[in-house]
């Protein structure tokens, strides 16, 4: 059963309340595909980008994408914790990450790479950064966060879409994944110590991300060093090669 089949499955048990708030399980169908949409072009703007740097510097600087669209009760579950009012047009209006990619980088300086390339496009626009990378949370959570809004063209026209970008390392997101899951198991004994202690990998992580990086910079350094040394000793070998 590919993704499509499970998420009409799933809307046609939508339970009353949210077709209520929401629409019929159809016009949630139909809304909720403009984002599937929007994650598209956006995925696509990050791997055209993402392929350009990996030809210039020889190197990936994302490791992987994720996306997701919200669903229905979680649409709800928002707009009712925000206290706006409950209807579609309500969500459309102000929540803005009904859409979410999520890219994973190889370092920290990646990641404001892959942002700063993004966010330059014309047809992009900002309108929310939450650093969480330079301002952490105070439970350690490390990631930046952009709300965008691109424009979709759809048969009836174009539509602009906002999408949540959220950017960290594979490091940052091995720790938000466990995090999350402590947050929805109800019976944690010993609570405090588990954060405490998610706090100090947190800073563990941090202080690594920032030694690989320093890392990555020697090799890099070496490997340069290495190939002016080829082409000096052997000039006509690399002739292709441009310093
Ligand atoms: P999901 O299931 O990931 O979509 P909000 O937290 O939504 O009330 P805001 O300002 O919309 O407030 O969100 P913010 O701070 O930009 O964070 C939004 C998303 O970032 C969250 O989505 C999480 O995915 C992630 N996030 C933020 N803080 C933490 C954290 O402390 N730990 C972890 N693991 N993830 C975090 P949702 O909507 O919570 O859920």
Redesign the pocket.
């Known amino acids: 059963m590919d993704n499509t089949q499970k998420e009409v499955i799933t809307l046609a048990n939508l339970p009353v309340s949210t077709q209520q708030i929401l629409g019929t399980a159809e016009s949630i169908r139909m809304e909720l595909m403009h984002y599937t949409c929007a994650l598209r072009e956006v995925k696509t703007k990050l791997v055209v980008l993402s392929d350009e740097f990996s030809a210039q510097r020889k190197r990936n600087p994302i490791e992987f994408i994720t996306s997701?669209v919200?669903t229905p009760e979680?649409i709800v579950n928002?707009l009712k914790?925000?206290g706006f009012p409950l209807s579609m047009e309500s969500a459309v209006q102000n929540l803005?990450?009904i859409a979410?990619v999520r890219v994973i980088c190889s370092f920290v300086d990646d990641i404001y790479s892959v942002a700063n390339m993004l966010t330059s496009q014309d047809d992009v626009h900002v309108l929310m950064v939450?650093d969480?990378i330079k301002n952490p949370?105070p439970?350690g959570?490390r990631?930046l966060?952009l709300i965008i809004s691109i424009p979709v063209f759809f048969s009836q026209g174009k539509r602009e879409m906002y999408v949540?970008v959220?950017i960290r390392t594979i490091a940052m997101d091995f720790?938000?994944?466990l995090?999350?899951d402590l947050?929805y198991k109800k019976e944690v004994p010993d609570v405090d110590r588990i954060q405490r202690e998610l706090k100090k990998c947190a800073d563990d992580i941090a202080a690594t991300d920032q030694k690989m990086m320093r890392l990555r910079d020697e090799i890099d350094s070496m490997r340069r060093n290495e190939e002016i040394r080829v082409i000096r000793n052997f000039p006509g070998e690399r002739e292709d090669y441009v310093i």
Request: charged share 45%; glycine share 4%.
């Open positions: 997701r919200k979680s928002k914790r925000k803005y990450d979410g939450k969480y949370k439970n959570y990631s966060h949540e959220q720790w938000a994944s995090e999350h947050k």
